[in-house]
């Protein structure tokens, strides 16, 4: 994604969002063909709008996490960690590029980017009901939201 993206900054940004909201609302079926880029009539290339999401934890057939992070992160990845992986690959690929200065992706705006999503965890964990989610369904997220929107809050 980093060496074909147009603005790999923002989707880098992007695909961890979703692996947060993943995690936050139960959804272990996050496999490779859940995420596609599309090339837009400008030669923009970008992530494609979400789809396939659904909290899979309530499947019958108990569904495992797909994809995960470098070192095996047990389901639960360490952000941090997660972060500087991303940031070594985008200076590899802005080498790759050719091209000098920063990496393809910087770390400042991707820490910002996530915690921008703490006070919306946060409020889903305590709202979910009155947005629409199944009680049963929350009382089960409730705990996950909310450790995400801790180790979101917790990044530096």
């Known amino acids: ?35 596609a880029v599309q090339r837009d009539f400008n030669a923009g290339v970008a992530l494609t709008p979400l789809y396939d999401f659904a909290p899979m934890y309530l499947h019958p057939d108990g569904i495992a996490r797909r994809i995960r992070w470098q070192d095996n992160d047990g389901g639960q990845p360490n952000w941090c960690r997660v972060l500087d992986r991303v940031c070594e690959l985008g200076v590899q690929g802005q080498a790759e590029r050719k091209k000098k200065g920063p990496g393809l992706v910087q770390r400042g705006p991707l820490v910002e980017g996530l915690k921008s999503m703490v006070p919306t965890l946060e409020t889903i964990a305590q709202e979910g009901e009155s947005m629409g989610l199944a009680p049963e369904v929350i009382r089960h997220l409730r705990v996950g939201i909310l450790a995400q929107a801790k180790a979101l809050a917790a990044l530096r």
């Open 1 to 35: 994604m980093l060496r074909y993206c147009t603005s790999p900054q923002d989707e880098v940004l992007e695909y961890i969002k979703r692996d947060v909201a993943n995690l936050a609302l139960g959804n272990k079926d996050n496999h490779a063909r859940n995420t």
